[in-house]
């Protein structure tokens, strides 16, 4: 007998499917592809447990789908550019590209042992010069293409890193690394056009049917789109040129309650003030430190300046309304000017309560016309509310068909206009960084800005650069910018601003299909593998990524990339959720908290016998140091019991906690898997007795392992395989009924365990790998559970029980009782007073 040794098995069959080439994928079958695709990681230097689970689920996938005959494409690659690489070359001096490089080399080592199905000939990371350099010639036919401009925008500016922030590198009005207060600069970026798609892009949300309803519905937000009415106040005097003010609302509904306007600092009539009043130049100026992200304004204090001008009041002329200028208004959403209605908007009540302004109703509830003094009255558009003042003078019943009228009304009258609009704004590129993709544009002075020759590309990042000096280092280079204008052949600089990493990973999808192809893609090889037919990845990408994913799918279309059938590239989508682990904390001699890593505790003390606090399950994190190191977990038990871990618990959608007794819980089982095959295996071949309850286990087990893997209720599945393994343990069956039993307990585990369940396969005669073996199919007869057991009385005493089918006769029943062991023995030749069946309850024997 031997015993179950994870580090032999696991290395020596990770070996014979590198042999054999089994994860190679090539389309030059005749098997239906299936590609599988899980969120590339970045190179950190290290693999954490949320990256174990992840690629596990798709692991799972793909090996599922090896067994059902199809030709799976299942790639790896890395999302390598990015600050942290200029981070570690700022605090420790590494050359940003050697640091990556390092981190990608030491992750493969620690993926690698987890036996995943990956084909690694397909592997490239994003800064590999052979993949930016497509990204480049994708970018220049976008930039012919009409999908990529540049335009003057406002940015966060960092004036200590010297550097252009996003908006999440803003942290209460200061930059994440400097602290230094953020300003806001124009400056001239590159924009892809996705608003143009906008549209599209919401409307196709509806056949993503094998999407999460979620993500579905924060794309749909993040998208934005409302109707609304555009349209002017009139100045009560023209003022710098402007005659009136524009606005765009959602809620024209409310107009009869308007009581002030808003111009955003940044409103062409707002700046034009600004010359001739100090005051308000100094509140502008301070406005615009608050940086440009929505997510700060709507946190920051509301804030606002009277410039002293009045608007005519447009259902009311003898009435006139005070013009602010206000830090919640955007400059770069509908017209950058508001007209406020502190009744039925909270955020302009707010503000109308800071200055003292007007609160007027339009409309208040059906039965009820008290307003509570801070809380304006924001019923949802369809509830029917009574009027006060409706602005078309129309009887209407709910907010949203007065917002309709009055667009309609509006119209009729020449005030304004019915406008949709959308809140998705076009996607900034670019990135005063040096470790993304170089924009490949050159500026000429004769020519303006022309695109690189397609022939020059890869434009690729120099080495030799510095950090020691904030900014970006393309700037300072000697000599990089320097190159021949692509149009006239003058002396010309090259463009230094990079690429969003956001653009790296929307479009490496439809590179790995041909990931050498000397094109962005080969479209013989997209059309073929496209789409992804399973996305597996975090929630945290739910807007951004997919977003982005979905307009590239589209760019690339038009740009002959893809084919048409890609424009939604992901087919199904799947996020997973998250590791989590109990926090273990003692305190400093100042209260502070101290973290301690898992693997110090043991029953809830430190070594030291300090006891420690315990604190319940979170998410992994290294500062928190409740994080289980993948390799330290794999030298101790195997992969298999990592991987039968993560996906045991918990359905894969919810949150797993990690917990050592779980591990090794999960160790016993495939240890006690093992033990099982290994005692079959070495039986005696024995009586060939049937057993129907294993039969019918192992069905049960077919059927629901493959109901669980198709539709990503992989701990249902697990918990069915236990059962099957208990069933299988007790069993009385013969040796050979036990020995298919067990290949195909094996066959059931091998996605989630593939290497123990190669070694069992083969101990038991199994032919080739398990892993390209066909996938065991359940007999739907046995899945109906169609016999009863009976007990057998003998004088009043239970002696034995059988197993028959439950519509078999009662004298079939009787017979078959009767030739029971146990009934044969009490009888002892003679034959029975009396036999009494009781038809699925019970057999009484009288002797
Ligand atoms: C008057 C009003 C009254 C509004 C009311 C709302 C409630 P959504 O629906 O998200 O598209 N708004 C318009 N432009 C803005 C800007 N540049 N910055 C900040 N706020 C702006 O938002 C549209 C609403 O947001 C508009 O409708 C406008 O306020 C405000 F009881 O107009 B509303
Ligand atoms: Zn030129």
Not at 413 to 420: A, D, H, L, N
Not at 651 to 670: F, N, Q, S
């Amino acid at each position: 007998m031997s015993r179950y040794s994870a580090a032999e098995i696991e290395s020596k069959w990770q070996e014979a499917w590198n042999k054999a080439s089994v994860f190679t994928a090539s389309h030059k079958t005749d098997r239906p592809k299936y590609y599988v695709l899980e969120m590339f990681p970045y190179p950190s230097g290290r693999i954490h447990m949320g990256h174990v689970r992840n690629y596990t689920m798709g692991d799972v996938i793909a090996r599922y789908k090896i067994s059902t005959g199809h030709n799976v494409l299942h790639p790896m690659g890395w999302d390598a550019f990015g600050m942290p690489a200029e981070n570690a070359a700022m605090a420790i001096g590494a050359n940003p590209r050697d640091w990556t490089y390092q981190n990608i080399a030491d992750m493969r080592d620690q993926m690698k042992p987890l036996g995943l199905s990956i084909d690694w000939s397909r592997e490239f990371a994003t800064c590999d010069p052979e993949y930016y350099g497509q990204q480049q010639a994708l970018f220049l036919d976008m930039l012919e293409t009409g999908l990529v401009y540049r335009k003057n925008a406002v940015v966060n500016w960092d004036p200590v890193d010297m550097t252009v922030l996003a908006n999440e590198q803003v942290i209460d009005g200061k930059g994440w690394r400097s602290g230094a207060d953020v300003e806001r600069r124009e400056l001239t970026q590159w924009f892809f056009k996705i608003s143009d798609m906008a549209e599209e892009l919401l409307e196709a949300l509806d056949g993503l049917e094998n999407w999460p309803a979620k993500v579905r519905l924060m794309q749909e937000n993040w998208i934005g789109k409302s109707r609304g009415l555009q349209m002017t106040f009139d100045l009560t005097a023209p003022e710098h040129g402007h005659d009136g003010i524009e606005v765009y609302t959602t809620r024209p509904d409310t107009l009869a309650g308007a009581s002030f306007m808003a111009l955003s600092t940044d409103h062409p009539l707002s700046r034009a003030l600004e010359a001739d009043n100090p005051d308000l130049a100094a509140f502008n100026a301070d406005c615009r430190k608050l940086g440009t992200s929505e997510v700060e304004l709507e946190k920051a204090d509301k804030r606002g300046f009277d410039t002293g001008l009045t608007v005519q009041h447009p259902l009311h002329p003898d009435q006139t309304l005070p013009v602010w200028v206000a830090n919640f208004v955007l400059m770069d959403y509908g017209t950058g000017a508001i007209f406020g209605c502190p009744a039925h908007d909270q955020r302009d009540l707010d503000f109308a309560r800071k200055y003292d302004l007007n609160v007027i109703d339009t409309f208040v509830a059906m039965d009820d016309d008290s307003r509570v003094e801070n809380t304006a009255y924001v019923p949802p558009k369809t509830e029917k509310v009574r009027w006060i003042d409706q602005p078309a003078g129309l009887d209407v019943a709910t907010g949203q068909e007065a917002i309709d009228a009055t667009i309609d009304w509006a119209e009729a009258q020449g005030m304004g206009e019915g406008k949709t609009q959308f809140r998705l704004r076009d996607w900034g590129l670019s990135r005063q960084r040096y470790w993304g993709c170089p924009i490949p544009v050159v500026h000429c002075d004769t020519c303006g800005v022309v695109p690189e020759k397609k022939g020059n590309l890869p434009v690729r990042l120099p080495d030799d650069v510095s950090f020691d000096i904030p900014g970006n280092p393309l700037d300072r280079h000697p000599t990089w910018r320097d190159c021949p204008c692509p149009a006239c052949g003058a002396p010309a600089k090259r463009e230094t601003d990079t690429m969003d990493t956001f653009v790296d990973s929307s479009w490496y999808y439809a590179r790995f299909t041909a990931p050498r192809a000397e094109t962005p893609t080969d479209l013989d090889e997209a059309d073929y593998w496209m789409n992804v037919d399973q996305y597996i990845g975090g929630i945290e990408h739910a807007i951004l990524h997919l977003l982005y994913s979905r307009f590239f799918a589209r760019a690339m279309q038009i740009t002959g990339h893809l084919p048409e059938k890609a424009i939604e590239p992901f087919d199904a989508l799947f996020t997973q959720g998250m590791v989590t682990h109990e926090i273990y904390q003692t305190r400093d001699e100042r209260g502070r908290p101290v973290y301690h890593l898992p693997e110090d505790i043991a029953d809830g003390k430190l070594a030291d016998g300090t006891e420690v606090e315990i604190i319940p399950s979170a998410k992994m994190s290294k500062s928190k140091k409740n994080v289980v190191d993948p390799v330290s977990i794999i030298s101790a038990y195997g992969a298999d019991t990592a991987r039968w871990f993560v996906l045991s618990d918990s359905p894969p959608e919810r949150d797993v906690e990690w917990t050592a007794a779980g591990a090794e819980a999960a160790h016993k089982h495939l240890s006690r898997v093992y033990r099982i095959a290994d005692d079959i295996a070495a039986s005696d071949t024995g009586p060939q007795a049937v057993d129907q309850d294993l039969l019918r286990e192992m069905h049960k087990a077919i059927n629901d392992v493959t109901l669980g893997v198709e539709s990503f209720g992989f701990n249902a599945a697990i918990a069915r395989l236990y059962a099957f393994t208990n069933t299988l343990a007790k069993s009385k069956a013969g040796k050979a009924a036990k020995l298919e039993a067990v290949k195909t307990l094996a066959q059931l585990m091998s996605p989630m365990t593939p290497h123990l369940s190669e070694e069992i396969w083969t101990r038991l005669g199994g032919e080739g790998l398990i892993t390209t073996a066909p996938w065991p199919v359940a007999d739907p007869a046995m899945l109906i559970d169609d016999t009863v057991t009976l007990p057998i009385q003998i004088n009043g005493k239970r002696r034995a029980e059988i197993s028959v089918p439950k519509d078999m006769s009662k004298d079939e029943v009787e017979k078959t009782a009767l030739a029971v062991d146990a009934v044969q023995k009490a009888l002892n030749g003679a034959a029975p007073k009396k036999v009494i069946v009781v038809p699925g309850r019970i057999v009484n024997v009288v002797v």
